[in-house]
């Protein structure tokens, strides 16, 4: 629900569904097929497994173009990079290098069967009703930032900087919880981290 809405507000439509499989080759194979698709918000729906790095993810998380190869042909083609990449999951493991490139939202319905809630109202209808609206004060916030001479909040991430710089910024800016905090959770349970830290006090 939570990625629909969000590509309903970006795009106007819904998330891509990638179901995550078993294995990590699997799960490459898929998002290839989504980058040739033109598909830019991708969504791994409920996680069973921790999800870690592999070379595709980083790259279309991370590089403005990436080549991949067409499956069952021998020839690459040049795709944008730049995708959002969003997952779910009970307790949803991030490990390796992924951590860096990943911030967590976390919701906790304070009830055992959170599905069984019932609302008033469905997101996605209010969006498709009037997503003009969403998109404007998407906008809004942005351009008051701009306005207010873009007042630099942070030291910019890494290999997003055009994002931190702007996007990060404007949220820090306007009082909102910096985002990059959840990185350090996200560190705190990587079992890759927790292994290296054992080997190293060994």
Known sequence: MHADIVASIAEGGLASAIPPGTQNSELDKQIVAALIKGD??????NLVEPLGASPIINSCLSQERLEVRILGQSRNVEVPGHRLLLANGN??????DLTRRTILCSLDEKVERPELREFEQNPIDLIRKDRGLYVHAV?????????????????PLGGFEPWSRLVR?????????????TMNE???HDPQRGVLQRVIAA
Do not use: F
């Open 169 to 181: 910024d404007a949220l820090i800016w306007l009082g909102e919880a910096d985002p990059l905090v």
């Open 40 to 45: 830019s918000i991708m969504s791994l729906d």
């Open 139 to 155: 906008l809004t916030i942005l351009r008051a930032y701009i306005v207010a001479g873009r007042p630099g909040q942070s030291t």
């Open 91 to 96: 307790n949803l493991v991030i490990e390796g």
């Open 186 to 188: 996200i560190r705190d």
